[in-house]
């Protein structure tokens, strides 16, 4: 049975801090990781994904993966009151019967 | 406009009277997919669909039914609904199974 873990927090921090949201999982197969940001009552929205070993930024985000360790991160820089969300992260495995696999998310609350 | 769509978004109804939620996206996407969300419990995956005509089991198929004879069509069938199917349902569909999956915003179900 796949797993993705996630501290449900939440996870506080004052406006313009950085917020480092982490994931473990347990499939070492595992190729492709996604974080989806979920507004109350939203549905999910993709915000970051990555495949190989390292940083990828995308303006405030940096997605972060460690494929030895089975650890990826999201750190969002400048954090806003606006990125107040439960973030979701997500797993695919290896490729031929694999889906993705959600971890149960971790609520950030940013405070001005 | 790319979208998932999903119908009815907020629904109340009676244990044991047949119900169906659809799901459609107009992406071409070949892959989609049924979630629910409860508390606590994070995103499970109901059934999947890898394209027409094929379908398969997810985390928690009991009590549930899909069929999928279009490429864009997607629905989930609750033939007999009982309290405990009471959730936020999401719908989410894929260019395939490993990639990003793009979710409709979702069927919050009553079953009283």
């Known amino acids: 049975q796949k797993e993705v873990e996630q501290n449900s927090g939440p996870l506080s921090v004052p406006e313009g801090a950085i917020a480092s949201l982490n994931c473990t999982y347990s499939d070492r197969g595992s190729q492709s990781f996604f974080w989806y940001r979920q507004y109350s009552g939203k549905s999910p929205e993709l915000i970051m994904f990555?495949?190989?070993?390292g940083d990828k930024e995308d303006g405030r985000f940096t997605a972060q993966l460690n494929k030895a360790s089975q650890y990826v991160s999201l750190l969002i820089r400048d954090s806003q009151p606006s990125d107040s969300a439960t973030y979701l992260c997500a797993v695919n495995g290896v490729s031929g019967y694999s889906t993705l696999t959600f971890g149960k998310g971790t609520m950030l609350l940013v405070s001005p | 406009e790319a979208q998932v769509t999903q119908n009815p978004r907020y629904l109340i109804t009676v244990t044991g009277k047949k119900l169906t939620v659809t799901c459609s996206q107009n992406?071409?996407?070949?892959?989609m997919s049924w979630y629910r969300q409860d508390p606590g419990l994070g995103l499970r995956q109901i059934y999947y669909?890898?394209?027409?005509?094929?379908?398969d089991k997810g985390d928690v198929p009991e009590g549930y039914k899909v069929s999928r004879k279009e490429k864009r069509n997607f629905p989930l069938i609750l033939e007999s609904p009982s309290p405990n199917q009471t959730s936020l349902y999401f719908c989410?569909?894929?260019?395939?199974?490993?990639?990003?999956?793009?979710f409709g915003p979702g069927t919050r179900l009553t079953v009283l």
């Open positions: 989410a569909s894929s260019p395939d199974r490993g990639n990003e999956q793009f």
């Open positions: 669909s890898m394209n027409v005509e094929v379908t």
């Open positions: 992406m071409n996407h070949e892959y």
């Open positions: 990555i495949y190989s070993n």
